[in-house]
Every structure is written in structure tokens, then in C-alpha cells.
């Protein structure tokens, strides 16, 4: 069983900055790629930044520049640091990790159970 518990949601001005966190915990051998998603009521989840266990990093448009994805593996957290905030990210951000299990297993990508970030005055 493995889980994924997200922290650093709230409400904040147009400008400022939140940091969100995501740490995996469970039956964990390996965890591969980690990143964060957001979804807006009525439309699909988008991909937000991900980061590879070799700390390559890949951005959506939207956010290059203004957001900066980590990750701490001996902890098994990613983090999302965003800067610059404006009133369109505000939405629910979803952690997700693709982790193996154990030894020739095979991986599964599991979801956190979502962040809340408001942005507005």
C-alpha cells in the first residue's frame, strides 16, 4: 500500500508564493518520475511540472519561469515552489509518483488526494 499526502494549499495574494509538498510513503522499493497536476472544475487534469529520478525537470507552459519543482529522495517528498502566483492557478494541485513496489515488480503511478490553491485578492 502506498500513499501520497500533500500539504502547502491556501489562499494567497496575486504575486505571492506557496510551496507545496507531496511525500510518498508505504510499500515503496523505487519511485520514478513525481510531479504535480491541477485540474479546474470542468476541465481535464494537466500536467503541471515533472520531475525524473535523475532530477530532469519538464514544465508546462504556463508556469516556466514563476514555478520550480524538487524533489527529495531520501525523504520520497516532491516539492512545487511557485512564485508569482496569478488568479488562473488557482485550482486543486495533484501529487503523482510512479513507484515500484519491490524487486521485478512492476510500477504503478499513485495519486495524492489533492491541494487546494486559491489566488486572489
Same mark, same amino acid.
Given at each position: 500500500?502506498?500513499?501520497?499526502?500533500? @500539504?502547502?494549499?491556501?489562499?494567497?495574494?496575486?504575486?505571492? @508564493?506557496?510551496?507545496? @509538498?507531496?511525500?510518498?510513503?508505504?510499500?515503496?522499493?523505487?519511485?520514478?518520475?513525481?510531479?504535480?497536476?491541477?485540474?479546474?472544475?470542468?476541465?481535464?487534469?494537466?500536467?503541471?511540472?515533472?520531475?525524473? @529520478?535523475?532530477?530532469?525537470?519538464?514544465?508546462?507552459?504556463?508556469?516556466?519561469?514563476?514555478?520550480?519543482?524538487?524533489?527529495?529522495?531520501?525523504?520520497?517528498?516532491?516539492?512545487?515552489?511557485?512564485?508569482?502566483?496569478?488568479?488562473?492557478?488557482?485550482?486543486?494541485?495533484?501529487?503523482?509518483?510512479?513507484?515500484?513496489?519491490?524487486?521485478?515488480?512492476?510500477?504503478?503511478?499513485?495519486?495524492?488526494?489533492?491541494?487546494?490553491?486559491?489566488?486572489?485578492?
Amino acid at each position: 500500500q502506498v500513499q501520497l499526502v500533500e @500539504s502547502g494549499g491556501g489562499l494567497v495574494q496575486p504575486g505571492g @508564493s506557496l510551496r507545496l @509538498s507531496c511525500a510518498a510513503s508505504g510499500s515503496i522499493f523505487a519511485i520514478n518520475a513525481m510531479g504535480w497536476y491541477r485540474q479546474a472544475p470542468g476541465k481535464q487534469r494537466e500536467l503541471v511540472a515533472d520531475i525524473s @529520478s535523475g532530477n530532469n525537470t519538464n514544465y508546462h507552459e504556463s508556469v516556466k519561469g514563476r514555478f520550480t519543482i524538487s524533489r527529495d529522495h531520501a525523504k520520497n517528498t516532491v516539492y512545487l515552489q511557485m512564485n508569482s502566483l496569478k488568479p488562473d492557478d488557482t485550482t486543486g494541485y495533484y501529487c503523482n509518483a510512479l513507484i515500484t513496489g519491490g524487486w521485478s515488480k512492476p510500477s504503478y503511478y499513485y495519486w495524492g488526494q489533492g491541494t487546494k490553491v486559491t489566488v486572489s485578492l
